[in-house]
């Protein structure tokens, strides 16, 4: 009776006794009978059709989900941002609490650090891109000068270029142009049309990120007491810990890489003689939290500048040749040697949620593609356990 009692509870007490009829353990109707030791698995056309219908429900709500976050994404992307980023420093307002700190404080005074932060890095990209948007009619013709050797191939692309839009016009005329008139009004409407929206967006965040890290500690046991089992309760303290463990140590390992790549860079600039070193690895150090395209959008930024800068066309490329060097080191030996130690994450699936949020989201989605991947992947992992399938050598 021991051996009984440590089933689970579907599992039925039978005695000792004759085996029961097969008859009798299959019930009418049912749409899975039990099988017998060595009976070979249904495939009829119901479970099939069974099986189809389940993954029919399962798409149709992975859609209306992808439609919700794409509809609600003015709401849904500055929390989802303001969390990842409140449970990131959710270890300094533990440490702060410990000497007494108010939780109210300690928030207030990391946003301001936070903001502060993003302000000043701001300021120094576009602050260095604006001197050099002032000499826009210098950089126009330098760069002509530079891309000389193109002119013969981008001439032969004009002329099949008016040819298809010779033949396609009416009569063989040419294509008409187009006038574009911009005035005053129509200039600051469009502006206030584009701000408005990013405002709204940043009062959103600043205020999930204050209340949130306000009431970290009652959320968390409000999200624990709703529910009932105990089994669920031990589940959602799992997972809340494994998320606030791995969105830590992610974050804070990538940030050090980052910061490394960044004062790389800057030491390279400076070798090299490239103008606003400072600002290029800070621009490094940002963009370098989006894998594949942020470093990307880094060599093409080092190479429009390089063209400009750079008297010579191969002194334009040399620096982005060289943080192309800096970025696969890292990409290739330190991040895997740091981050894969402690934690594991597919290439095909960094590559998946990049494209897929940044589809979504737009450029912050491309910031919080892997954050999202990182609590996607725990929760699976605790909802979904799989035991470890060993394949044959």
Do not use: C
Not at 216 to 228: A, N, P, V
Not at 333 to 344: N, Y
Request: hydrophobic share 55%; net charge neutral.
């Amino acid at each position: 009776m021991n051996q009984q009692e440590g089933r689970s509870s579907i599992t039925t007490e039978r005695p000792p006794s004759a085996p029961e009829p097969r008859s009798n353990r299959v019930s009418a109707g049912a749409p899975q009978a039990e099988l017998a030791p060595g009976e070979p698995p249904d495939f009829s056309a119901a479970a099939a059709w069974t099986a189809i219908d389940r993954v029919a429900i399962v798409g149709m709500a992975l859609i209306v989900a992808i439609v919700a976050l794409y509809l609600a994404r003015s709401i849904v992307m500055p929390v989802a941002a303001a969390l990842l980023i409140g449970i990131s420093l959710r270890p300094v307002q533990v440490y702060l609490a410990r000497y007494g700190v108010p939780p109210v404080i300690t928030a207030l005074v990391l946003i301001a650090a936070f903001f502060g932060i993003v302000y000043g890095i701001v300021t120094l990209v576009v602050g260095s891109l604006g001197e050099w948007i002032a000499q826009a009619p210098d950089i126009g013709s330098v760069i002509q000068q530079k891309l000389r050797w193109l002119e013969r191939p981008l001439t032969r692309l004009r002329e099949l270029q008016d040819g298809v839009g010779v033949g396609a016009g009416a009569g063989g005329g040419s294509v008409p142009k187009v006038a574009l008139e911009t005035s005053l009004p129509t200039m600051v409407q469009t502006a206030a049309g584009i701000l408005t929206p990013a405002l709204s967006e940043l009062l959103v965040f600043f205020g999930a990120l204050l209340f949130f890290m306000i009431g970290t500690e009652k959320l968390r046991r409000q999200l624990i007491t709703s529910f009932e089992t105990r089994d669920a309760r031990r589940t959602v303290v799992r997972i809340w810990g494994d998320i606030e463990h791995n969105l830590i140590m992610y974050l804070g390992t990538v940030t050090a890489i980052n910061l490394g790549v960044g004062a790389a860079t800057v030491v390279m600039l400076f070798v090299v003689g490239f103008p606003n070193a400072l600002a290029f690895g800070v621009l490094a150090f940002v963009l370098n939290y989006i894998p594949y395209l942020g470093p990307t959008m880094v060599v093409l930024a080092l190479f429009g500048m390089g063209l400009i800068a750079s008297p010579t066309l191969g002194g334009a490329v040399l620096p982005p040749l060289l943080f192309v060097a800096i970025v696969t080191v890292e990409g290739q030996f330190i991040t895997p040697s740091i981050v894969g130690r402690r934690l594991t994450l597919s290439p095909f699936l960094v590559f998946l949620a990049l494209a897929f949020w940044t589809w979504l989201w737009g450029p912050l989605g491309a910031f919080l593609a892997t954050p999202l991947l990182i609590v996607g992947l725990v929760a699976l992992g605790h909802l979904f356990p799989r035991d470890e399938v060993m394949l044959p050598k």
